[in-house]
């Protein structure tokens, strides 16, 4: 167990099992919308039909993100954030937990980036190194397969507090900058 700004969290060694992500999957208010939507198009199915039909859907994400992490440890992972002009994105040390393993997939995870960076905020993005003992497993899996979070998938959780290599931070105006060290998720 992870102690963490009064918080406890529990490692995760593996990845969920597909019954533990599949209860938590349906239990979620995205899914309960999802199903209830395509219910309400497709009238002529019926509920069990519709729920075997999404579990089968959903296995097929599950099966991928399975697959896609299981190659990642030492690979690259990016983090975008939007700081202020005056932030030295060199020397922030905690950079948070939400990654994503495809540089055209890191967005700030609050998304101030909407259609352009607002003229009080920066992008950076980050580029770090993954340790799959980092990785919060339950979470990083649905976040790839829940209805509400799976486009792109390539969404990795870190444990909050644990420390990732980082290699480098990129502006908005395409200079790179150096940091070959070690910050906080």
């Not at 039909?53 to 993100?65: D, N, Q, V």
């Not at 980082?166 to 790179?176: E, K, Q, R």
Request: hydrophobic residues 35%; proline residues 5%; contains cysteine.
């Amino acid at each position: 167990m992870i102690r963490f700004q009064g918080h406890i969290y529990r490692k995760a060694a593996s990845v969920p099992s597909w019954k533990e992500i599949w209860f938590d999957v349906q239990n979620s208010k995205a899914f309960e919308t999802e199903f209830e939507h395509t219910l309400t198009k497709n009238l002529d199915i019926d509920e069990e039909d519709l729920l075997e039909e999404l579990e089968e859907e959903y296995y097929g994400y599950y099966g991928e993100i399975v697959e896609a992490l299981g190659s990642l440890e030492g690979q690259d992972c990016w983090r975008a954030l939007t700081l202020p002009p005056t932030t030295d994105p060199t020397e922030l040390n905690q950079l948070g937990i939400y990654w994503a393993f495809s540089r055209e997939e890191a967005f700030p995870h609050w998304d101030y980036l909407q259609e352009e960076t607002p003229k009080h905020r920066r992008l950076c993005v980050y580029q770090g190194r993954v340790a799959l003992s980092l990785v919060n497993w339950k979470e990083t899996v649905l976040a790839n397969v829940s209805p509400a979070t799976r486009e792109g998938g390539t969404e990795l959780r870190f444990f909050p507090g644990e420390l990732i290599y980082v290699h480098s931070v990129t502006l908005a105006d395409g200079t790179v900058l150096p940091i070959e060290d070690y910050r906080r998720c």
